[in-house]
């Protein structure tokens, strides 16, 4: 029979074998490379954070600007807008002024009627001032841009196409149209056809 307290007492199971040494020393290397390694990798990986905290910060910034400027071309839109219409109020008003005015030119009542020429004449330089622009025309050509023939005569003292009458003022606020002038226009022995390819009327 094997006497097992004999064979073991063969073995030294203190002392450590020599190769299990070596590997045990290698693997703390190992771990320690791992470890510095993931040290690496952590600030690495706070410095990346930080600069994504910056980049949002960033773009969080630049969403509240045009956010804002958005909001402003909107304000400035409405703000246009009303002004605008306050100009289509004052065009209604001075349509009142010019019934007295084109009045006054057809039925002369002395200075009275000049009062209301003169009165006429100044409101169009104030209207300057404020960007409005009135069109008239008479005793120039037509030009479909800016005035609607209404009505055609024949004068044969006036060159065909010509505006011998101004019957309702249009008028311009900066650079945009708000009514063409209505005008009568002269025709004279067919040649306001051929004009009127040319001219738009």
């Given at each position: ?89 004052l065009v209604a008003t001075l349509d009142q002024l010019e019934d007295l005015y084109r009045y006054s030119l057809k039925n002369e009542c002395g ?19 404020q960007g409005i622009t009135r069109i008239e025309g008479e005793n120039t050509l037509f030009d479909s841009r800016i005035h609607s023939a209404v ?51």
């Amino acid at each position: 029979m094997i006497d097992f307290r004999k064979e073991l007492a063969k073995f030294d199971f203190v002392t450590v074998d020599a190769e299990f040494v070596g590997c045990y020393n290698e693997a703390i290397q190992v771990i320690e490379v791992f470890n510095s390694t993931l040290k690496r990798i952590g600030k690495e990986l706070n410095n990346t954070n930080i600069q994504l905290e910056e980049v949002l910060s960033q773009y969080m910034e630049e969403k509240e600007k045009d956010k804002y400027i958005a909001e402003m071309k909107k304000a400035i839109t409405a703000y246009e807008e009303e002004k605008l219409s306050l100009v289509r109020g004052l065009v209604a008003t001075l349509d009142q002024l010019e019934d007295l005015y084109r009045y006054s030119l057809k039925n002369e009542c002395g200075s009275w009627s000049e009062q209301i020429q003169l009165l006429w004449r100044n409101t169009s330089a104030n209207l300057l001032l404020q960007g409005i622009t009135r069109i008239e025309g008479e005793n120039t050509l037509f030009d479909s841009r800016i005035h609607s023939a209404v009505q055609v005569k024949e004068d044969n003292n006036f060159p065909n196409g010509v505006i011998l009458e101004v019957l309702r003022s249009g008028y311009m606020y900066r650079s945009r149209l708000l009514r063409k002038a209505q005008v009568v226009v002269n025709k004279t022995n067919g040649g306001y056809e051929n004009n009127e390819q040319n001219r738009g009327y």
